[in-house]
């Protein structure tokens, strides 16, 4: 069964930065293409980054790019995001979602995932 484990959160000072992995079992991850979304207090579900199948395509929300790299190894069935120049507004739960064939290349809406996982907490404040 096709399964996402997310990891790598924690606490942080504003302008640090975490590395955020997206652990994949139960499927060759070289069929999907993965999305990173967040959810912060009070407000709905985002996607921020997302790689597709073979890395040919990488997509960041304007809120993130130029601070946030995804990456993927498909050897070792994981997908990374790494965060910098953290601010207080990063703050959220943050999620992977898998998705086969994404028609734009990689799923950046949450109604493009097939599979998502339970997400990690990242918080940001001094």
């Known amino acids: 069964q096709l399964q996402l484990v997310e990891s790598g959160g924690g606490l942080v000072q504003p302008g640090g930065s975490l590395r955020l992995s997206c652990a994949a079992s139960g499927f060759t991850p070289d069929r999907y293409d993965i999305g990173w979304f967040r959810q912060a207090p009070g407000k709905e579900r985002e996607g921020v980054s997302c790689i597709s199948n073979n890395a040919d395509t990488r997509w960041y929300s304007s809120a993130v790019e130029g601070r946030f790299t995804i990456s993927r190894d498909n050897t070792n069935n994981v997908v990374y995001l790494e965060i910098a120049s953290l601010n207080t507004e990063d703050t959220a739960v943050y999620y992977c979602?898998?998705?086969?064939?994404?028609?734009?290349?990689?799923?950046?809406?949450?109604?493009?995932?097939?599979?998502w996982g339970k997400g990690t907490l990242v918080t940001v404040s001094s």
């Open positions: 979602g898998a998705d086969e064939g994404s028609y734009y290349g990689c799923p950046s809406k949450n109604a493009e995932v097939e599979f």
